[in-house]
C-alpha cells in the first residue's frame, strides 16, 4: 500500500489517500460537464482504498453543487482550488480527487 497526501495551494484544505497498488496503476480521469471543462481537474481514479479530507480553517471549507443534484465540489474558498467531487450512490460515498493537488513520491 501507498499513502499519498495533496493540498490546495494555501495548504487549507488538505487529503490523504491509502491507494491499493502502485501509483503507475492508477487511471486519471476527464470530465465533460461544464464545471469540469472550464476547471479542467484531473480525476483520478481507482483503485484507492480510502480517501481523508480536512480543513485547517472549516469556514474556508465549501463545497459547491451546480446542475448535478448529487455531486458536490470540494473548494478551498481562500485560494479557489479545486480539491475533489463528493457523490453519494446507493449509500456509498464516493470521492473523486484532483489529481493535480497531489502531492508525488
Not at 480525476?43 to 480517501?51: Q, S, T
Request: aromatic content about 8%; charged content about 10%; hydrophobic content about 40%.
Amino acid at each position: 500500500m501507498l499513502t499519498i497526501v495533496g493540498q490546495c495551494h494555501c495548504g487549507n484544505l488538505q487529503h490523504t489517500l491509502t491507494l491499493a497498488t502502485h501509483i503507475k496503476h492508477l487511471s486519471v480521469l476527464l470530465c465533460s460537464c461544464s464545471y469540469c471543462r472550464l476547471h479542467s481537474p484531473q480525476w483520478l481514479g481507482k483503485p484507492v482504498l480510502a480517501c481523508h479530507l480536512r480543513a485547517e480553517q472549516a469556514s474556508e471549507f465549501k463545497p459547491y453543487r451546480f446542475a448535478s443534484p448529487s455531486v458536490d465540489y470540494v473548494l478551498c474558498s481562500h485560494c479557489g482550488v479545486l480539491m475533489s467531487s463528493v457523490t453519494w450512490i446507493d449509500q456509498h460515498l464516493y470521492m473523486a480527487v484532483n489529481a493535480a493537488t497531489l502531492i508525488l513520491p
